[in-house]
């Protein structure tokens, strides 16, 4: 092996996928979120655009481990970048299998509410991620499935949230991420 292609194939095993379970109320597994890492530190890496987690994520995902593999057979959120959303990447993913998540530092809005609409004729499902409560995603709210909080201190403003969002959007599910104890959990 040439000493260049083992540097290559060094640096491209250094890439990892987090796998985050979803949980439902009954504590059973019900997704998986599929996270770009760099390491075995669980972190997203510094320095790192959405546009290369996306598609470092995509490369590992789909083309090292295998979808069917990391996922166990059970449906997966995937964050997209703007970009990726907007251009070719949804269509890599089986709509049955996925839900796209559109990230917190989306931009071009109603770029993104436009796309959605047509992959949701092509039975895509999307997700909302790190919903904020900021007035400019109100074009994407009534076009999700899901809307992802994270839980917030003290845990009854999260629960207040979450009623806000279900008197406006009655058909949204919503999904409270960062529950770290069986307190926050009940």
Same mark, same amino acid.
Request: hydrophobic share 40%; net charge negative.
């Given at each position: ?5 083992? =540097?290559?194939?060094?640096?491209? +095993? ?21 996270? @770009? ?19 470092? +994520?995509?490369? *590992? ?26 251009? $070719?990447?949804? &269509?890599?993913? *089986? ?22 609409? $047509?992959?949701? &004729? ?6 909302? $991620?790190? !919903? ?7 074009? +994407?709210?009534?076009?999700?499935? !899901? #809307?992802?909080?994270? /839980?917030?201190?003290? #845990?009854?403003?999260? *629960?207040?949230? /979450? ?7 009655? *058909? /949204?599910? /919503?999904? =409270?991420?960062?529950?770290?104890? @069986?307190?926050?959990?009940?």
């Amino acid at each position: 092996m040439k000493p260049s292609s083992k =540097v290559h194939e060094d640096k491209l +095993l250094k890439h990892h996928v987090a796998r985050q379970p979803i949980l439902n109320i009954k504590k059973e597994l019900f997704a998986y979120e599929l996270l @770009y890492r760099d390491s075995e530190e669980n972190a997203f890496p510094i320095n790192t655009s959405d546009e290369q987690a996306t598609s470092r +994520l995509f490369f *590992n995902t789909l083309m090292l481990v295998g979808f069917e593999k990391l996922t166990a057979k059970q449906r997966a959120f995937i964050n997209l970048s703007t970009d990726a959303l907007l251009n $070719d990447f949804p &269509k890599l993913l *089986n709509p049955s299998d996925t839900v796209i998540e559109i990230v917190e530092r989306a931009s071009n809005i109603s770029l993104i509410a436009q796309r959605v609409k $047509d992959l949701k &004729k092509d039975g895509y499902v999307f997700a909302l $991620d790190d !919903y904020d409560g900021d007035p400019k995603w109100r074009p +994407l709210l009534e076009l999700m499935t !899901y #809307v992802k909080l994270e /839980i917030d201190d003290p #845990v009854e403003k999260t *629960n207040a949230h /979450i009623k806000e969002l279900k008197c406006e959007f009655p *058909n /949204i599910k /919503i999904i =409270v991420e960062r529950i770290e104890t @069986y307190e926050q959990f009940k």
